[in-house]
């Protein structure tokens, strides 16, 4: 029963998730179809303009008038460069090109050639598609230039859309664009030139016996596809170029659709598996009251192997303690400092570790409830709490060491916007209400964004704790800019008893267990390395103010001050 059980929410599951990615899929298609069919219908508006614009230039009709064309040419090749156009060709009456962006199509008679007598036929600017010898199209503009009535000569500008079709191969999807009349002109698959959509997909090798069993069963649970392209389904999207009638196509591969399909099975039949494995262990009970004798023989066995542990870490510990004994005065000042900084390590990470906490008991309540993308922005939130950590870690061993040396343009609002983030889990659990009154405007100083978020943590957390005995707990934060730029702290609690002895390394108020006494002055180093100060004062109508002043990027200021 519950194979079968598994069986149908497989197949289910299957078929609702492969509808929904294909239909995702397809979105995208048409999004990059539309993008793409911009792009064409604007290179095409911009070189349709130019023919207009020369057949009017007096100096290419003086000269055509003349028969001067010394430096009509490199006037042309000059306008080339300014307007992005492939070729520019200037004709004479007589069909004779007589300037040219190429100089090797000088002096060549283009009198038969549809872009002339077109131009010459129309008064208006004609758009001509060509097959080139090469198998693939040219796409020009042509326009007579007149004098008066009396047409001069032509100009013909090429336009370059190939180019397009080398973007289009840099994506997985085979596109196409198809004229008026359903002629494929532009194609990432060079065979499918020249051809109509029906015959260009008739193009493929013949699939052996095992190619079209394994295409059976990639295939087994998807839809129908829309054509196969290279031997593969694909989902066909087109869309309408506003131009002439024409239209692009593409084809997608269904690959992202069964990767992330297959993904979510994967998860089902886990769980399944999990609950199968459920059953076989109440079913063999018997078998696990025989492995319970040899659990305990093994528990013997490593109470004996402890014993032996204890017995060399206490010889190691002699060993220790005597070299210990022959320390000097130098090693025992490095010792003092190992064990400051290691307690600095510890305040610093008890904010991530317990944001960390709060985001995986989340994600497990999200699993249970197979809400799994959620669950995986949890996960995500763990990983960036882990590299905050690392960062973090490595920050504080440069406390010893001059600061500034990654130091960077940076905004405080953003800042204040990642630490309050960061606390969010423990200002809701402290009910606190935070009030941010910040300038619409960047705040742009120059330091660590890890050491600037580690001061805006001390801060907050102090007011935090300063506000826990209070009936509407509050905190303000301001951040506001002149000659320095300024962030401001205030809480409403009983503010501070002993100012003098606050940035003292371990002086603390809050009882054993909840604090070290290092967060101000660690904070008050990271201001003094970013060229700052960090001020406190007690507010007149209750509570405490924290006032941290950094350099305004781009404004000098006296360090020392």
Not at 364 to 385: N, P
Not at 441 to 469: F, S
Not at 470 to 480: E, L, W, Y
Request: hydrophobic share 45%; glycine share 6%.
């Amino acid at each position: 029963m519950l194979v079968a059980v598994a069986l149908v929410s497989t197949w289910f599951l299957n078929a609702f998730l492969s509808e929904s990615f294909t239909e995702s899929t397809r979105n995208r298609a048409e999004l990059r179809l539309v993008l793409y069919s911009g792009n064409i219908q604007s290179e095409l508006q911009r070189n349709s303009v130019v023919p207009l614009l020369l057949a009017r230039d007096p100096d290419l009709i003086s000269a055509l008038r003349e028969g001067s064309f010394a430096t009509t040419s490199q006037r042309l090749i000059d306008l080339q460069s300014e307007i992005g156009a492939a070729t520019i060709e200037l004709l004479d009456n007589a069909g004779r090109v007589v300037a040219a962006t190429d100089r090797n199509q000088l002096g060549k008679s283009r009198n038969s050639e549809a872009a002339f007598v077109e131009a010459r036929r129309s008064s208006d600017t004609a758009f001509l598609v060509q097959e080139l010898d090469s198998g693939g199209f040219g796409f020009s503009f042509a326009r007579s230039v007149r004098q008066g009535s009396e047409v001069v000569g032509v100009v013909i500008v090429g336009a370059d859309l190939t180019k397009f079709e080398r973007s289009w191969a840099g994506f997985a999807d085979a596109v196409a664009l198809m004229d008026s009349s359903g002629r494929v002109i532009l194609a990432t698959e060079p065979r499918w030139r020249g051809r109509s959509l029906e015959e260009a997909l008739a193009l493929r090798d013949a699939p052996s016996a095992i190619a079209r069993a394994l295409r059976v069963t990639a295939d087994w649970a998807q839809s129908p596809p829309d054509a196969f392209v290279r031997g593969e389904a694909v989902l066909q999207s087109e869309v309408r170029v506003p131009f002439r009638g024409w239209r692009l196509v593409s084809f997608t591969r269904y690959d992202s659709v069964r990767e992330s399909v297959n993904a979510a099975l994967a998860l089902l039949l886990t769980g399944f598996a999990l609950l199968l494995a459920l059953v076989f262990y109440i079913v063999s009970r018997r078998a696990w009251s025989q492995s319970a004798l040899f659990q305990q023989e093994s528990e013997e066995l490593r109470g004996l192997n402890a014993r032996l542990q204890r017995e060399i870490a206490a010889r190691v510990r002699v060993q220790k303690d005597l070299a210990v004994a022959e320390q000097t005065l130098a090693q025992s000042s490095k010792l003092a400092s190992l064990g400051e900084m290691s307690a600095s390590v510890s305040h610093e990470l008890n904010q991530p570790l317990a944001a960390m906490k709060t985001y995986l008991a989340g994600a497990r309540l999200l699993l249970k409830s197979k809400r799994s993308e959620e669950a995986l922005a949890s996960f995500q939130r763990i990983d960036d709490l882990i590299d905050r950590m690392g960062a973090i870690a490595r920050t504080l061993k440069s406390f010893a060491r001059k600061g500034g040396e990654a130091f960077a343009p940076i905004d405080l609002r953003t800042c204040l916007a990642d630490a309050l983030t960061m606390m969010e889990p423990m200002l809701r659990d402290s009910r606190v209400l935070v009030v941010r009154t910040v300038p619409p405007e960047p705040v742009m100083i120059r330091g660590d964004t890890v050491r600037v978020e580690q001061v805006i943590l001390n801060l907050v957390r102090n007011a935090v704790d300063a506000t826990c005995g209070v009936n509407s707990p509050q905190i303000d934060i301001i951040i506001s800019q002149g000659e320095t730029a300024k962030l401001t702290v205030r809480d409403n609690g009983e503010g501070i008893k002993n100012i003098d002895s606050l940035f003292e390394p371990f002086y603390t108020t809050k009882p054993a267990g909840k604090g070290v006494g290092l967060g101000l002055a660690i904070s008050s180093g990271i201001v003094s390395d970013h060229g700052g100060r960090l001020t406190a004062l007690n507010a007149p109508d209750g509570g405490a103010v924290f006032e941290v002043e950094f350099p305004r990027e781009g404004v000098q200021l006296d360090a020392a001050e």
